[in-house]
């Protein structure tokens, strides 16, 4: 889907985009299957004109689109009635006094809490809507019907409480819904001479970082971006704890800074680069000259904060070098990026020309072997492939969680509240007895 400005100058640079895309991808737009809408106010040989240019039809109104609906104009509680009607569906096909508490609860959860979440990564759900879906998951676990109403035992908001807060962990839809509209959001900052450092909402579960300033008398809106950083593309995290509290400290540290710098210096690369995704159970020797980097992650379930580790290996299997972090609030993902990036950083200064790369996070190996990783919406991603293309061999293989047990203990050694680099020159004792080069 490509957004423009209503002009012939914006068509012919779609059209011309179109063109480039299907020279270098060697697919064709099918121009028939394709369609463009215009706003209300659009004269009409203007769009006569771009259609032309275009050779695309016109449509009054779009259905759906990756089967979300599509809205045009002012967004009402009405065209939200889709989403209680899918409730309907369901709770028509279930008899509520047939059923006990303990099975309408887990039917409550796992089914009628994640049907609006998919729609509501893409639209902010009204506030009556909102209140719809929550009054029929309620309705439907105190076992009320359209014929019979009955009594609510507890609060709703007790119910909706954390498990360890003898609550049953149901999602209010409004405090759901923010921040799913946000979660798929994220900036690629670059050497931050386009984003602005307090004004701007570049970390979406954060909002503006000039709300929770501790310097705002200080005269901090004179710092910026450069400020906060070193010359070894990492943040300064003494200069950050004086403006900012522990809590904004613990998202900014997950954000990867001066993504544009690394481009730049390494915009093509002579590196090779593979893949294997076979199953392995021990340690197997590695061909000559080779190296290989165990990454992994550890994420905390209460606050959502992730430490990576990783360990290189010589052919033999030997200890070459480690390395432990806390990058502070991350999803499992990120941190499985973050701990490939830096172990692909410290083998490169390191010296190492041939590395096979071995994580047990299948969803990232294939996200850094596809043939489009470049253009991967995850900076991580990309930055992972410039870095990859270097004067070096890199190898990607998946393996096994039980045989990624160092690089795990090593995430796990990681302190909650520091956020440096630890390189470890020799193995932890404790390592030795779930060390993958010794499993059989």
């Known amino acids: 889907m490509l957004y423009a400005t209503v002009d012939l100058f914006h068509a012919t640079v779609i059209d011309n985009v179109l063109k480039e895309f299907g020279y270098y991808s060697g697919h064709k737009v099918n121009k028939r299957k394709s369609h463009v809408y215009f706003s209300l106010n659009t ?104 014929d019979n109403t009955k009594v609510s035992l507890v609060r709703w908001d007790v119910v909706c409480q954390p498990l360890d807060q003898d609550g049953l962990d149901i999602l209010f839809p409004l405090v759901q819904n923010k921040p799913t509209l946000t979660s798929l959001l994220e900036w690629s900052v670059g050497n931050g001479s386009v984003v602005r450092f307090w004004e701007d909402n570049w970390i979406p579960s ?132 973050w701990s490939i990036h830096e172990g692909l950083l410290i083998a490169w200064d390191s010296g190492i020309s041939k590395l096979i790369v071995q994580s047990d996070s299948k969803q990232a190996i294939k996200m850094l072997t596809a043939y489009d990783r470049d253009l991967n919406p995850l900076s991580l991603v ?8 270097r004067a070096w061999n890199i190898s990607f293989k998946w393996i096994p969680r039980d045989c990624n047990k160092a690089a795990d203990y090593l995430a796990k050694l990681a302190p909650p509240h520091c956020f440096n680099l630890t390189v470890v020159d020799s193995p932890p004792w404790k390592l030795y007895r779930c060390a993958p080069w010794m499993l059989a």
Request: aromatic letters at 10%.
């Open 43 to 146: 004269p009409a040989d203007v769009r006569n004109s771009i259609c032309s240019t275009l050779g695309i039809q016109e449509v009054e109104s779009f259905d759906t689109y990756l089967g979300a609906p599509m809205f045009m104009g002012r967004v009402g509680a009405a065209h939200f009635n889709f989403i209680i009607n899918k409730f309907h569906g369901k709770l028509n096909g279930w008899t509520a006094h047939t059923l006990s508490l303990a099975g309408r609860i887990t039917l409550a959860k796992s089914i009628l809490s994640i049907l609006p979440i998919y729609f509501m990564q893409v639209a902010d759900f009204p506030l009556k809507v909102c209140a719809e879906i929550e009054r029929h998951i309620r309705r439907f676990i105190w076992g009320s019907s359209t």
């Open 382 to 389: 990309r930055t992972i492939s410039v870095l990859s293309k």
């Open 206 to 337: 954060l909002g503006h970082l000039c709300n929770p300033a501790l310097v705002a008398s200080h005269g901090h809106d004179n710092l910026n971006f450069h400020n906060f950083l070193i010359a070894s593309r990492q943040w300064n995290e003494e200069a950050l704890a004086q403006c900012l509290p522990p809590h904004a400290l613990r998202h900014i540290i997950n954000v990867q800074p001066l993504i544009a710098l690394i481009l730049v210096t390494f915009p093509f690369g002579h590196g090779r680069t593979s893949t294997h995704m076979e199953q392995q159970s021990h340690w197997s020797t590695l061909p000559s000259g080779w190296m290989c980097l165990n990454t992994d992650d550890a994420v905390s379930t209460t606050n959502q904060t992730s430490s990576i580790g990783g360990v290189i290996r010589d052919p033999t299997g030997a200890w070459v070098t480690g390395f432990y972090k806390n990058i502070g609030v991350s999803s499992v993902l990120q941190a499985e990026l």
